[in-house]
T-cell receptor, first 120, second 113 residues
Framework: SAVISQKPSRDICQRGTSLTIQCQVD?????MFWYRQQPGQSLTLIAT?????????ESGFVIDKFPISRPNLTFSTLTVSNMSPEDSSIYLC?????????????????FGPGTRLTVL | KNQVEQSPQSLIILEGKNCTLQ??????????LRWYKQDTGRGPVSLTI?????NTKSNGRYTATLDADTKQSSLHITASQLSDSASYIC????????????FGGGTRLMVKP
């Protein structure tokens, strides 16, 4: 399994500012994902972050708004830029628990505890 | 269009009772179906994962079924406990890479003493 931690766990921010969310995994993973969960809604994939390449964004999400870094196989950051109240959500990091270069397991999708963001 | 629909949206049961949550999907291609439990303020935690050839899988008091022909799945919770109060999310994946998941809206379960 993979243990995922996120920082901060929650934050309250002012409109127009930016927040960077950190995701740390206790093992090396090839693929990391960032999701958003708006109040009362299910999860929506923002982007896939692969180490050594640019993140791949889903429809409706752009790099200028949600820049992502993936400097190594255990860490990623998501920045929510120029925030507005509509960005108030829980942001979750997720990984596929496959060791880099290792065999694929069956039950491999793990989620972090989430970062609860409120924008005023 | 790839969709996952869950029912009921919410459910209240008494502690010790059983319940069954439903999931219908129209996702193609199909790789696997997962049930997650999400406690309030936490990330989802995997309960079961089933591939096309599996029609039932258990994890303690949780038993998931899959009918790939009718594209339906259910999650049965036996002898419910207060700690079962959470949202249960059905997720269908189109691959094993983790970037082609379709999430259901979830069923919010409340177990009362």
């Amino acid at each position: 399994s993979a243990v995922i931690s996120q920082k901060p766990s929650r934050d309250i921010c002012q409109r127009g500012t930016s927040l960077t969310i950190q995701c740390q995994v206790d093992s090396q993973v090839t693929m990391m994902f960032w999701y958003r969960q708006q109040p009362g809604q299910s999860l929506t994939l923002i982007a896939t972050a692969n180490q050594g390449s640019e993140a791949t964004y889903e429809s409706g999400f752009v790099i200028d708004k949600f820049p992502i870094s993936r400097p190594n196989l255990t860490f990623s950051t998501l920045t929510v830029s120029n925030m507005s109240p509509e960005d108030s959500s829980i942001y979750l990091c997720s990984v596929v628990a496959v060791l880099a270069g290792g065999p694929r397991l069956t039950d491999t999708q793990y989620f972090g505890p989430g970062t609860r963001l409120t924008v005023l | 269009k790839n969709q996952v629909e869950q029912s009921p949206q919410s459910l209240i049961i008494l502690e010790g009772k059983n319940c069954t949550l439903q999931c219908n999907y129209t996702v193609s291609p199909f790789s696997n179906l997962r049930w997650y439990k999400q406690d309030t303020g936490r990330g989802p935690v995997s309960l079961t994962i089933m591939t096309f050839s599996e029609n039932t899988k258990s994890n303690g008091r949780y038993t998931a079924t899959l009918d790939a022909d009718t594209k339906q799945s259910s999650l049965h919770i036996t002898a419910s406990q207060l700690s079962d109060s959470a949202s249960y999310i059905c997720v269908v994946s189109r691959n094993n890479a983790g970037n082609m998941l379709t999430f259901g809206g979830g069923t919010r379960l409340m177990v009362k003493p």
